[in-house]
């Protein structure tokens, strides 16, 4: 737990010194904080990244009681682990939220949310009505209740299931099932407002409904790799090495399989709409990111392959989804390019001019060197990330030992 | 031996065919183990039942694990390059195959081939195809539709839905041997080996079958002779309606009188047709408005163009056609352009695309004009001749059209002529919706053209193209088509036909060149349209001011 932390410190470190020093990265001559603003986004980009996994792993956690899924007990309790860090990640979500809440409408507090901008407010008619939505009062108060809804589901989940390890009572396993029909309804609004809120609104002028759809989608995908990722890692150290068998391998590869491809199809069906009624308030997010000058159009090529044709056939084969080192690598990719999809999510918008032309536009293109950077900084938050779920791990059993069912799960076969 | 010879009625008829033995087993295990030493033992052709799935016995029966995934796939592939090609097909874009010409269609301003839109129906065609793939690749790899299996005729076998556990070798396999095989089962473990035969007359197709076929194939064949001889009905009766609220919809057509609603008409004027809200602008409509040069005639900024409509919005013209001596008393005299707008300067000015709009408005002067204005622009067009025909016989009033080597339409400036075409004057009627303003435009230089040809002289050619026309044209052998130039004279080709006029632009060449030959200086035959058009039609831009300005050119 310490050595993530501090390998997680010593990357971000490192990664701010590279900012700071590696170049001008002002937008304007009135941008004084050009490297600062460059480091926010990279660190937004890791931040939803580490996030939407959380998300995605409580999401598991809910459809596994919903369902009363007997498979799953196995790997339910790393789920419930991953997803209880929400709340301590709101720590890390402490300097963004200072900086937008406390910046107020001011140029540091624009640093990040564009909306924050009194000059953009000025020069777009559009965010009149938005304006009251948006403020930063307002938006302060929904991400507390953002993080305080999605955190206290999950802390309740891995109470319940924690209590359980000692009683053994088949009481909180129905317990567990009947609150997760109200609780998945509630998941499903906290992070469609969450992802509006978080990372759509970077580019206030657009949207989109299909947005938190699309975030949700990634989300799922990224939860299952990191489930692969974990269960892998933990058994290469030889830790529930004969809980977790290759028939759940199967299972969580098919599921990832599933969210790639929902992945896909809800990614273009939101292109598509917005290409097809070729609207201007629309089409001009999508327009930036195909510009092949700009080079985002590159990052959209390797999604669409990366994150959707490779995997797409990669693990679509039963013999390769029963495969435990093939998908030690295949989560690996899917983790990549899931956060390479925040990358091209949030990272385009540090181009926006705080003149508020459609075209989002300025001299900076993302560079290879910038791009290590935010590499860098990636890592460092997921070893943050991983240090404070090592700290949520603790002494926990890895697996829900008293489940009434779990020997049903660690007999699991897949036809 | 002898218990199982006793099992089965059928068995013991001599008519029967004999397909191979079935054993039974107590349980799974020695089940797996039967099937086991039997694929040992190189037996290939045989099959396992048991009344729940047994774990191994894929493995130990040898079943190859099955090739239906890769056949999915491959259909799968296939139907892609095909979604992709329907599209590719439909949408027009092989529009110059000759085999596959497609309907190019321009549908919401998209390219004519257009991945993004075609992914749906791509993704559907592969669902579908692959669906098929999986299920009728199911039925193909398993030998179904399967109706009778004569292993039903056997009693014991019927066990094997409950607690009965079956392996069954079929005759035809390689290594088949009616006791051989016997022995072999029992000694594996089989607690009894049964023959299993069909009586022979039995494996026929049962006569009602046949009919039962018969019958649904002819009633097969309904609908496509209903369809045919629907085709060819004389039914007066008016066609079905299944939804007749979409047959019949609450929504006026183009020139319908206002619907009645409570008894008053919905709009007072009693129009469908909506005339737009003052102060607005349709979709499109803002060029028209602002470009008063290409879209009227009129010169920027004159008084035509301070109303917040252009003149020749239709209900305007509703409104003042209907009398026509009004509109001539309206005909008011404008700011007409004395030049072609710049839109068709600069594509006069290019060589190519000169002699293309000029091209263009012959063609549509051909087309739209020449009906009554003739085809050389003499007004002898042969509507215009039938009505003076008419005339004559004291059974019509017919006004003769205006030639456009009429002195007053010869000083016109375009813009006026523009005008003439757009909104139409006299018993002329407005063209503006069936020529599109670029080739009203085209009309004119096409116009322009032959009336500068009547006075031009041979200073109005330009120099290098006299000196070409000199040096490369032998004016007999140039035409390929004229008559012998004895049409010299415009005034005898006026009184002509104005089917004589088609072959105008090739005798007027000749004539100019045989001018130039000469050096005479007959104004009147130095067609200089003829000589080199494409020069000519750019100096009819240029020098159409000239028509009223005092310059006193010979053209003019």
Known sequence: ?415 | MAESNAINESNTSESSEFFGLLARYENPDSLVNGCHQARLAGYTKMDAFSPFPVHGIDGAIGIQKTKLPIIVFCVALMACGLGVFLQFYTNGYTNHSPIFPGYPFKISGKPMYSLPANIPVIFEVIVLLSAFAAFFGMWILNGLPKLANPLFRNQEFRRSTSDGFFLFIEKADGSFSETGTRGELQQWGAVSVDRITAPEDELQVPGYAKLGILIVASLILVPPVVIYRAQYTKNPLPRMHVNPDMDRQFRGQTQDASPIVNGNPLFADDRVMRKDPPGTIARGELARLEDSMFYHGVKEGSAEMTGDKPKDLISHSVETADDKEKAESQDVELDWAEEFPRQIKSVLSANASGMAIYNRGKQRFDVYCSACHGYAGYGDGHVSNRGMALNKQQKAEWVQAKSMFDPKVMSQPVGRIFDTITNGRGAMAPYRSQIPAADRWAIIVFVKSMQISKTATEKDVPQDARLQRWEQVDPLKNDQTTPPPEAADSEAADSEAGQAEKNKAEKNKAEKNKAEKNKAEKGKTAESKAASPEKSTEESSNKEPSAESPSGEPGN
């Open chain 1, 1 to 415: 737990m310490i050595r993530s932390f501090g390998f997680g410190a010593v990357m971000v470190v490192a990664a701010i010194l590279g900012f700071a020093l590696s170049g001008n990265y002002s937008i304007s001559d009135t941008d004084s904080h050009g490297w600062f603003k460059r480091f926010l986004f990279s660190y937004h980009v890791s931040f939803c990244f580490v996030l939407s996994i959380s998300v995605g792993c409580l999401f598991v956690v809910l459809i596994l009681n919903l369902t009363r899924a007997g498979w799953g007990i196995v790997i339910r309790r790393l789920a419930e682990i991953i997803s209880s860090v929400i709340l301590p990640l709101l720590i890390l979500f402490l300097p963004i939220f200072l900086i937008t809440v406390f910046g107020g409408r001011s140029d540091l507090g624009s640093t990040l949310y564009i909306w924050n901008n009194p000059e953009f407010l000025n020069s777009n008619e559009i965010m009149n009505h938005k304006l009251d939505f948006l403020s930063p009062g307002w938006f302060g108060l929904r991400v507390l209740i953002y993080f305080t809804i999605l955190g206290m589901m999950a802390f309740f989940f891995m109470g319940r299931s924690v209590k359980q390890d000692d009683s053994g009572a088949k009481s909180i396993s129905t317990g567990m099932q009947r609150a997760s029909a109200p609780c998945m309804i509630l998941f499903a609004f906290t992070v469609v407002f969450a992802s509006f809120d978080l990372e759509m609104s970077l580019a206030p002028r657009w949207f989109s409904t299909m947005f938190p759809v699309y975030f949700f989608a990634g989300a799922t995908m990224g939860a299952f790799a990191t489930l692969i990722l974990v269960s892998n890692l933990l058994q290469n150290r030889g830790i529930l090495a004969d809980d977790i068998t290759e028939d759940h391998y199967h299972d969580m590869a098919k599921l990832s399989f599933a969210f790639v491809f929902f992945w896909g199809y809800v990614a273009f069906s939101q292109f598509m709409l917005i290409w097809y009624a070729n609207i201007p308030e629309e089409t001009f997010w999508f327009r930036y990111r195909l510009d092949w000058q700009k080079g985002w159009a590159i990052v959209s090529i390797m999604l669409l392959f990366g994150h959707l044709f490779i995997p797409f056939l990669g693990i679509m084969s039963r013999s390769v989804r029963r495969n435990r080192q093939y998908l030690f690598g295949a989560s690996i990719f899917l983790l990549f390019f899931h956060w390479l999809d925040h990358y091209w999510l949030v990272m385009p918008q540090f181009g926006a001019v705080t003149s508020g032309h459609i075209t989002v536009d300025s001299n900076e293109a993302p560079g290879i060197m910038a791009f290590f950077l935010d590499l860098i900084l990636g890592v460092g938050i997921c070893g943050i990330y991983a240090g404070l779920i090592f700290w949520r791990a603790g002494d926990k059993p890895l697996i829900p030992v008293s489940d009434p069912r779990l020997v049903e799960s660690l007999n699991f076969k897949n036809p």
